[in-house]
């Protein structure tokens, strides 16, 4: 009686289990990709900025194409779990660009290049970036300063910058010399890369466009917004993203650093961008979207999304 008894227990625990396991496994996320699988989108990484109490990733953005990861710019914290959760792998990337080198863009990078350690990549990672002053490191510098002999931080990778046979993985970064009008900075038969340099304090930084399957995608990086060089490079830009750091009436050394709503406005409108996405966004910008809105559409009549982390934006 007692062994029937205790069978009996062992049977409906066992069910409980399997009923257990059956709705857990339901719960869990989807992992596949599905930003881009059919076309062209930008998918947001990181939608902050350098706080961590905003809950986001820091900046971060990637661009897929049928289904495929192709560019990534900027690898701010957060964004290295971000872009395993997008699916995405870093065998696929073509080519990786970076704004400026402030830990908000940059943290994640190592945790992204270690990452592709493990993935059968054969083939090099062109890295483009600005080049350096005497506040930041060049891109050539960055890029050694953390994985080269002798001094790198993480020079037990040393063998992702070291002179290698042809088909093997290494980086190879470059410097993007500053220029106040867009320049082509790298083209292969599928897409084109233009930057230009743009104002952020005293830091190197630089804004991207990405040509590809007959589409401009803008990024404007960090930036005041003074000069006309961005408004030229987001030049009926279909998608411009462009960053959301500082509340209308900014002043001091915030607003030397980021452009307000009303000259994100003014700069989509002259450019005739065909959709603006709002990303950066920061504790002083969060809760403000009505009014940044609404400065935004006294200059630029199309439409307008602000960003979240995962957010997927099919270019149309």
Known sequence: MRLASL????SVKALLISVYLFFACRALPVTAQSCGSTGLAVQVLGSGGPET????ASTSYLLWDHGRARVMVDAGGGSALRFGESGAQMSQVDVFLFSHFHVDHTSDFPALIFSSWFEDRKRPLPIFGPSGNKFMPSTTEFVNDLFSEPHGAWRYLSDLVEPSTEGSYTLQPHNVAPSATPVLVFHNAEMALYAVSVIHGAFPALAWRVEI????????????????????LASNADLFVAHNAVPEGATGVERRLHMPPSVIGTIAGNAHVRQLILSHRML???????????????HYSGPITFANDLDCFPVK
């Open 7 to 10: 069978s009996g227990l062992l």
């Open 213 to 232: 399957g007959g589409k401009r995608i803008v990024f404007s990086g960090d930036t005041n917004g003074e000069g006309e060089g961005l408004t030229q």
């Open 284 to 298: 002083r910008t969060l809760g403000n979207e009505d009014e940044t809105q609404a400065e935004i559409k006294r």
């Open 53 to 56: 109490q905003d809950k986001r």
